[in-house]
């Protein structure tokens, strides 16, 4: 009762001023009948305060029994009083006036008509002394005229309560536009600044390699100066590039996902007036960028839908750093739905959430308000496992640069890099890499050499072997001596990538240049050969690879082989590209068909 008070307008109180007015004029009248009513005067306190709570207290419950109450019980002690008083119908205007003003909805169809016709002409009826012409005139034209008052007064109040529901409403959408349009700039930022990164750091370093590659097969002179002197321009304009976009990261969302909450829920209340209050359990840790984003939009899109849909006062924000999740939970006190609709942006902040493979949980009612529950993982499982990578190569300025582009990408870390092969088993020694990027060609000991003893000593390490020239009996003695891959320093950064994660996950990586030679070079050796002697090494497919090369043959979708094989289904994707590539196909059944042509497959 007292948060339905405390919820009161001013026109609210205006009816119970009235109603209250009303009541004591009641009780005077009841007082000056003393003679005909010969009751104790506590009998008429109570007679006056039900006729005053009675109906009122209805019309909470029932709209329709309300106006029975509200005409029957005045009416009838007023009706009584009649005889002796006969302008005591004049004390039912108030009534008439209140009746109007609570007509819910289309009911003035059938209230108008009872209240200002039929009501004031049944009290005329039995008035005999009254003409018809002061019925009509007197009383119904008064009960008429009181109705259309409360009625236009119940107009002008529901145009009132429109008029500040739409502006609350516009200043919401105002505040939530630049909310969006805040954060979706930060976003724009922060991608353009990983666009750039890539795209700019993997075309210096490549200039970088490539001139140093010139550099070192040049005899001295100018042009060898020449060279030199672009070398130096270059590489402080590749450290410039990586100094001003780290800058254009470094924005408020690097602050602690408390801070930023904490931010977004003060504005928030200094908008719109509603109390907010932020709680915080557990010990806090540092949240990846998507995360952080991700929470800020849910809580930016669930406090708009509180106030907007819920009307709701109070919220309270909680943020739970649990043993292997993050917890945001809203809270508020407003009205409630029983059944959310997706418009209310649930659909939105559930894809975000999935996407980052977190969930949402929302229980609404009527009587307890909503509560939305987000909850992300720390880590998602396609990054929670970080590879351990060691570079190797004989030029420090492609020790440098590919050292850059690859801590650059979450989930790969360079444990540390060496300048030959036998730095590289030194290393392989103290740090136990999960995989080896390794140069072919480099002094003291070169990368064969290397290979063969890793792979010896520490057979668990992936070896993925790169060149700056596509030589085909190169690569093949690679893969022959227990290379898990074979790639060009001029590969792309996110082919380098995809190629890293390959490896790594048990996949063999070669890349196109050296398929096509293979390929031309088997096309030849097939001539003179029986197909079922064909060399299966020759394609490089791994064990992993015909496995999955079986089930793409028995009409598996990449969904379900992801599932049957506990992978990604990104990573099933790299695995059959790369089978596509060994095989020189493009589309599953050019494999499966080439696969059972070459004898690769067998019916099961």
């Avoid at 100018?222 to 672009?230: A, G, N, Q, R, V």
């Avoid at 915080?280 to 849910?298: A, E, K, L, N, Y």
């Avoid at 001596?481 to 070669?510: F, M, P, W």
Wanted: net charge negative; aromatic share 8%.
């Amino acid at each position: 009762m007292r948060g339905l008070i405390t919820r009161w307008e001013w026109y609210d109180w205006f009816m119970i001023a009235l109603r209250i007015c009303w009541c004591i004029s009641i009780i005077g009248l009841l007082w000056e009948v003393e003679g005909q009513w010969n009751f104790p005067f506590w009998i008429k306190m109570v007679i006056a305060f039900i006729v005053i709570s009675v109906p009122y207290l209805v019309m909470r419950i029932n709209q329709h029994l309300y106006v029975a109450c509200e005409l029957l019980l005045p009416g009838v002690i007023l009706f009584l009083l009649n005889k002796s008083h006969p302008d005591t119908h004049l004390y039912l205007l108030p009534i008439s006036f209140m009746i109007g003003y609570n007509s819910p909805g289309y009911a003035f169809i059938w209230l108008a008509p009872l209240t200002a016709l039929a009501f004031p002409a049944w009290l005329g009826w039995h008035m005999n002394y009254y003409s018809w012409d002061t019925v009509v005139f007197g009383i119904i034209f008064n009960y008429c005229v009181a109705y259309g008052l409360g009625y236009a007064f119940r107009l002008l109040i529901t145009s009132t309560k429109q008029s500040k529901i739409i502006e609350e409403q516009n200043r919401m959408l105002e505040q939530n536009i630049k909310q969006i349009e805040k954060i979706t700039l930060l976003e724009e930022r922060n991608r353009l600044s990983r666009e750039m990164h890539d795209t700019i750091g993997h075309m210096l370093t490549t200039m970088i390699m490539g001139m140093e590659s010139i550099r070192a097969s040049m005899a001295p002179g100018t042009e060898k100066s020449k060279i030199e002197t672009l070398l130096s321009l270059t590489r402080a304009g590749f450290e410039d590039i990586r100094r001003n976009i780290h800058e254009i990261q470094t924005e408020q969302t690097d602050l602690p996902l408390p801070v930023l909450l904490d931010d977004i829920a003060r504005a928030f209340a200094q908008q719109t007036g509603v109390k907010i209050e932020l709680e915080q359990s557990g010990d806090p840790i540092p949240v990846h960028r998507p995360g952080r984003f991700t929470f800020m939009r849910c809580l930016q899109e669930t406090l708009t839908n509180s106030v907007r849909h819920g009307q709701a006062d109070r919220i309270t924000v909680i943020l739970r750093f649990e043993k292997d999740r993050i917890v945001l939970q809203i809270r508020d006190n407003g009205t409630g739905l029983e059944a959310l609709q997706p418009g209310f942006g649930i659909t939105g902040m559930r894809e975000r959430l999935e996407a980052l493979n977190g969930s949402l949980q929302v229980q609404s009612d009527s009587q307890n308000g909503t509560i939305v529950t987000c909850s992300l993982p720390y880590q998602s499982p396609e990054t929670k496992q970080v590879i351990h990578v060691v570079i190797v190569d004989d030029q420090p300025i492609v020790l440098e640069g590919l050292k850059a582009l690859l801590e650059n990408e979450d989930g790969i870390h360079v444990a540390s890099t060496a300048g030959n092969g036998l730095e590289a088993i030194r290393v392989c020694e103290q740090t136990n890499p999960d995989l080896v990027l390794m140069d072919m060609q480099m002094p003291v000991m070169d990368g064969i050499s290397a290979l063969q003893t890793i792979k010896q000593a520490y057979p668990g390490i992936k070896v993925l072997m790169m060149s700056t020239f596509d030589d085909l009996d190169q690569a093949l003695t690679a893969l022959k001596n227990g290379a898990d891959g074979y790639c060009l320093k001029s590969a792309q950064l996110q082919e380098l990538i995809e190629t890293v994660r390959l490896v790594h996950s048990g996949g063999t990586a070669i890349n196109r240049e050296i398929t096509a030679k293979m390929l031309e070079r088997f096309d030849r050796v097939s001539e003179v050969a029986e197909p079922t002697a064909v060399d299966r090494f020759l394609y490089g497919l791994t064990k992993r690879e015909m496995e999955i090369l079986q089930y793409l043959d028995s009409g598996m979708r990449y969904k379900t082989l992801a599932a049957k094989l506990f992978l990604s289904e990104g990573t099933v994707r790299n695995y059959i590209s790369t089978i596509y590539g060994k095989l020189g196909v493009s589309n599953r059944e050019d494999a499966v068909e080439k696969a059972r042509t070459e004898g690769l497959l067998t019916d099961n």
